[in-house]
Structure formats: structure tokens, C-alpha cells
């Protein structure tokens, strides 16, 4: 694997609160282009791992490389090539959904009024909401759509890697389905790479190419089947269980 | 990443208008190629021929700019063609339109300005009825509430009583007694001002002892209260009504109004006479330091003086008030607290809300006291 297509590199990376130890000696690597889905037992620190490589948490110890660029001293311009969806869509509650997408475009880029408009509209097209969802403030939307907006305010730069934190928690089947499938859209006629963070077992069958799965304060990365085979009991149960034979067989895998 | 700025050259053969592109059309370079993607539309030329070759690389901002030439030519009769667009571009540039065709159908109404400027008055007043009314009902249900725990004192909870009790009462006595202590230091010296024009500085004992226990010291402690007791009610209760803690109550039998309302209500109406109380003290002893200090009189003259004003007629006109004042601080910032809707964003509004009405309803209040004393006599 070459340089070039390796986005995030992740070496030697220890999270500590307090005394307790989140991540130790964890390495992850991320290619371009490519879906990863992050999973783990709750309070292993999937979320932690996400904050931290988008420079949220200051690491104890151990370095993160994105786009070829240590994390500690990330210029702006890496910086807005990273878009983030938190898990709620974290829209700020006092603008618009249209203004919230100008926001990013306002602070770091000088464009007419007029086109940053037309952006906004374009990327609230882009993820199916309607174009009447772009005066509206976030508490008037739905679950679903401040996700939407929320994915559409980190399309705003046009960013390189899509960090997504649990994109389908609190949706329907049907809206986690189609949110999986604008997901994977997006992905590929834009070229992202994306670091999804899920417990969504539908997700990691229909959408993810490898999964990174956190146990023992270290993650374990493969595709699907080489962790059907893998006999870490952590592993074992959560690809074998009830739940995740549903969601395998419905994918056909 | 070489980074190299995008550019457009426009070169006129006969009809045909031949624009090339070229460099980065990232949404870090649009801004620059904007205005000249907008003026081709006003070259007059019929037939266009967009050379895309030069392009080295494209986002959707980019792809937005060469889509929406082609649209707004199309829609003035212009044909435009793209030359040499790399198949990852043109996949872009498709994404695009549909996504714009998507929204095409609808046509955004405008608002006329004086139809909506009518229609946000209509609706601040007809809100502003609704609220009185649900006030109003509010007030009954928890008059009535109040009444059958009276009937039945096991209702009450007293530890809950108790706990709001120190809340809202003990852990307040630092800040009121402070305020207060400083406001009778300003009153003295204001009046001590006024009164020795007339060599009567001595009366600045009889001018603080009805201000402060008439007036000022249930008033201040009041407006205290309702900007540090009623702002917790309604956060705390709002916080619980987004958890869905107050629906889980209602679900398992309990009265929300009897577990989360009457408390803190009573708590207030126990606290605020007995802060009041201490308000006066503080504010008196605070009045007479000053006096003291800066005022020809000894102590003696001039507690003997305050004594003679303070009587227990002056006492009861500041404390009969106190109750009231902590009824409606209470019920407003419960009644606002149970408002919160299913998100936090309402919180913060509410919180405020909740500290403006009270104080407007402690000083409304006041007023009519004033009007029902002087019209008795008292």
C-alpha cells in the first residue's frame, strides 16, 4: 500500500481519562476511498477514537496522520478537508438549515452571496431534502432530516474524508436504509473516504468495505469475512449473533 | 495536491463562442470564476463550446458553475456543449442536475412584507391571550392540587419541601443578605442628603425603617428570588420534561403538579416571608452604619429613633406581600418549566421568559398593593 493511498494513519495512539485507559497502542490506517466502519462494545471508545483523529481529544501519547499531515499542528486547510456529522446533526439551533451549510463556506472562503446560495440549495438537493427544508430551523425538521442537513453542512468545502458518528442511531429501518444508501451515493460519486462510526449492523453489511472493530483497547481491522473468522470471543459474538445473522443473510453475504 | 488557480478564456470563431477551462474548480477557487461563468450568458453568441480539457480537478462547487452555464444559456435559447470532459467530471456534473432538476418544479413564494409584518403582530397578541389563560388555568389546577394535599399532609413530601427549601431559602441568605445590606447603605446616604437641608437628618431613621420594611426589602429579596429560584425551576423542570422524566411520573401515577410543582411552591412560600425578614435586618443594619458613620447623631439617638418607625404595621405591609410575590414566582417558573417542548432549544427561551414575567408580576403585584393600602388607609 502505497503513500499516497493511505488518508489517516493512526500510530502508537493512547486516550486516557483520568485513570482510565481508552485506546492503547492502537494503529489504524485509512485508505482513500474507501467505507470504514468502526464498531465495538459501548464505552470502548469508537466515538473517543473519532473526536480524537478529528483533533477533538488531545491524545496521551502516539500520532495521527490525515491527508499526509500530522493532526498537531493541522493547517486550516486540512482542517476544511474533513467534513463531520455528529450524531444528532449538531445544527446550530439559531440559523437556518440553508445558513448552517454557509456557515463553513463563510468562514473559510470568499464567495459571492449569491453562488453560496445556490451551493447551499445544490448540496441540500444533493441529500434528498426538499427545497423548501433550506428556510427552515432545525427544530422544525424531523430526526432524519437534521441528519440530512447535518451530512449536507459536512458536503459544504466538498471535503476529502466524511467522518460520521452513528449516521443511522434513531431512524426508522426504512430511513436508516435509504440514509445508508445516500451514504454509499455520495461516497462514490464523490469520491470520499469515509470513517463511520455505527452499531448499525445493516450499515456494515450494505455499505462499509472494511470494518475496524475496537477490542482490547486496540481495533482490528478487516473485511467482513475475515472477521466471521476471527475467534476473539468479543468478535465471534457480535458476527454470529442472532442479530447479525438477520442483517448478513438480507445483505447475501 | 498541486494546486494551481482555475481559469476561463473565452475566444470568439464566427457564431461559435469557444471557452476553455482549466486549473482547479474546487469550491477554494469558484468565488474568482463566478462572475465570468454568469457573463457568458451576455456574449451573443448562439452556439457555445465549453473546452473543459484543462481542467485538472472538480468538486460540486466546480461542477455547479459549468452545469449552471449550460442551464441558464439553455433557458435563453443558447446550445452549449462541453468538450473533452473527463468521464469522473461529467459524472459530477450530472449529480449535479439532478439534484437541480429535483428542485426545479418548485417555485419559492414571496412573502408580501406587510402581509407578514400583520400576521407576526396577530399571532404575538393572540400568543400572548393563550398564555394568560393557560397562566390563569395553571393557577387553578395548582390552587386545587394544593387544597387536596392540605386534606391529606402524607401528600406533601417533605423531604423534597426540604431539600427545595434550602435551595431556595438557606443557600440564598449570602447574596440577599449582602444585597441588601448594601441598598440600606445607599438609602441612608440618599436620605441623610435630602433631609440635612433641613437640619433634620435625624428623620433618615424613619425614612429608611418604612422604605425598607414596606417596600424595598420584600421587593428586592423578591426580584433575587425570582432571577436565582424561579430560572432553576424552569430548567430544572424543562430538563426533565425533555427527558421524558416528567411523562415517565404521569405514567406511573404520579401527579406531576403534587411531585415537581408543589414543593418548590411551598418551599418559596416559606422562604421568601423569612428572607424577607432578613432582608430588613440587613438593609436596617446597613442603613444605620452608614448613618452613623457619616451623620452627626450617636447610635443611641439614632436606634432610638429607628425604633419609633419601626412599628408592627410597617412590619406586616412588607410581609403580608411576601407569600404573593413567592405564589407567583413559583407558579411562573413551574409553569414555564412543564412549557418545554421535545427538544432543549426551548429551554434557554423559557428560562428567560420565566425570571421577565415574574418580575413583571412581583412589581404588578406591588402596585396594586399600594393602590389597596393607600385606598385603606394603612
Known amino acids: 500500500m502505497s503513500e499516497q493511498d493511505t488518508v489517516i494513519t493512526v500510530t502508537g495512539l493512547r486516550t486516557q481519562f483520568g485513570t482510565a485507559v481508552i485506546h492503547d497502542d492502537l494503529d489504524l490506517s485509512v485508505r482513500r476511498g474507501e467505507v470504514l466502519g468502526v464498531v465495538g462494545g459501548s464505552g470502548t471508545g469508537k466515538s473517543v477514537l473519532l473526536r480524537t483523529i478529528i483533533g477533538l481529544n488531545k491524545p496521551r501519547a502516539g500520532t495521527i496522520e490525515m491527508l499526509g499531515q500530522d493532526t498537531r499542528e493541522m493547517t486550516s486547510l486540512v482542517q476544511r478537508r474533513c467534513g463531520v456529522l455528529f450524531q444528532s446533526g449538531a445544527l446550530f439551533s439559531s440559523l437556518t438549515v440553508a445558513e448552517n451549510i454557509e456557515v463553513p463556506m463563510r468562514e473559510h472562503l470568499r464567495l459571492p452571496h449569491a453562488l453560496m446560495e445556490e451551493l447551499a440549495a445544490l448540496k441540500i438537493a444533493m441529500v434528498g431534502l426538499p427545497p423548501d427544508a433550506g428556510p427552515k430551523y432545525p427544530s422544525e425538521l424531523s430526526g432524519g432530516m437534521k441528519k440530512r442537513a447535518g451530512l449536507a453542512r459536512a458536503l459544504a468545502l466538498d471535503p476529502a474524508i466524511l467522518f460520521l458518528d452513528k449516521p443511522t442511531a434513531g431512524l426508522d429501518p426504512i430511513g436508516a436504509a435509504a440514509f445508508d444508501n445516500l451514504i454509499r451515493d455520495l461516497q462514490q460519486s464523490l469520491g470520499l473516504t469515509v470513517f463511520m462510526v455505527t452499531h448499525d449492523l445493516d450499515s456494515l453489511a450494505a455499505i462499509c468495505d472494511r470494518i475496524a472493530v475496537l477490542v482490547d483497547k486496540r481495533v482490528r481491522l478487516g473485511t467482513m469475512a475475515e472477521h466471521m473468522r476471527d475467534s476473539h470471543p468479543w468478535i465471534q459474538e457480535y458476527f454470529h449473533g442472532p442479530r447479525a445473522r438477520v442483517a448478513l443473510n438480507g445483505s447475501g453475504t | ?378
Request: glycine share 10%; proline share 3%.
Open chain 2, 1 to 378: 495536491m498541486a494546486e494551481s488557480p482555475g481559469w476561463v478564456k473565452s475566444t470568439i470563431e464566427g457564431e461559435r463562442l469557444i471557452v476553455s477551462a482549466g486549473g482547479d474548480w474546487t469550491v477554494d477557487g469558484v468565488g474568482a470564476l463566478d462572475r465570468e461563468m454568469r457573463n457568458l450568458a451576455g456574449s451573443g453568441s448562439t452556439r457555445v463550446t465549453l473546452d473543459t480539457s484543462g481542467i485538472a480537478s472538480l468538486d460540486t462547487a466546480g461542477a455547479w458553475l459549468l452545469y449552471r452555464a449550460r442551464r441558464d444559456l439553455a433557458a435563453i435559447g443558447v446550445t452549449m456543449q462541453f468538450s473533452a470532459l473527463d468521464p469522473r467530471h461529467a459524472a459530477l456534473v450530472e449529480l449535479v442536475e439532478q439534484a437541480d432538476a429535483a428542485h426545479a418544479e418548485t417555485v419559492r413564494p414571496q412573502p408580501n412584507p406587510l402581509a407578514a409584518l400583520v400576521n407576526r403582530i396577530g399571532q404575538t397578541v393572540c400568543e400572548a391571550a393563550d398564555e394568560l389563560a393557560h397562566l390563569v388555568n395553571f393557577f387553578g389546577l395548582t390552587i386545587v392540587t394544593l387544597g387536596k394535599c392540605i386534606l391529606q399532609p402524607r401528600r406533601l413530601r417533605i423531604v423534597s419541601l426540604v431539600n427545595q427549601m434550602e435551595q431556595t431559602g438557606l443557600n440564598a441568605l449570602g447574596i440577599v443578605g449582602l444585597l441588601l445590606f448594601l441598598i440600606g447603605v445607599v438609602l441612608a446616604f440618599q436620605g441623610a442628603e435630602q433631609l440635612r437641608r433641613f437640619a433634620a437628618e435625624i428623620f433618615t431613621a424613619d425614612g429608611l425603617a418604612v422604605m425598607v420594611l414596606r417596600e424595598i426589602g420584600v421587593l428586592i429579596a423578591a426580584i433575587l428570588i425570582a432571577g436565582r429560584s424561579g430560572s432553576a425551576f424552569t430548567a430544572e423542570i424543562g430538563m426533565m420534561k425533555v427527558n421524558e422524566e416528567v411523562d415517565a411520573l404521569s405514567v406511573i401515577g404520579l401527579d406531576p403538579i403534587e411531585v415537581l410543582v408543589l414543593p418548590r411552591i411551598n418551599a418559596l412560600l416559606i422562604t421568601l416571608p423569612l428572607l424577607t425578614f432578613f432582608a430588613n435586618v440587613a438593609a436596617l443594619t446597613g442603613g444605620t452604619l452608614m448613618a452613623v458613620a457619616t451623620l452627626d447623631v450617636t447610635y443611641t439617638q439614632f436606634v432610638r429613633q429607628l425604633a419609633d418607625a419601626l412599628t408592627l404595621k410597617n412590619l406586616m405591609v412588607g410581609m403580608i406581600k411576601a407569600p404573593v410575590f413567592a405564589f407567583l414566582i413559583g407558579m411562573v417558573g413551574c409553569y414555564e418549566g412543564l412549557k418545554v417542548g421535545g427538544s432543549a432549544e426551548s429551554i434557554g427561551r423559557l428560562t428567560t421568559q420565566s425570571v421577565v414575567e415574574s418580575i413583571v408580576l412581583v412589581i404588578l403585584a406591588d402596585a396594586l398593593f399600594s393602590i389597596i393600602f393607600s385606598t385603606l388607609g394603612i
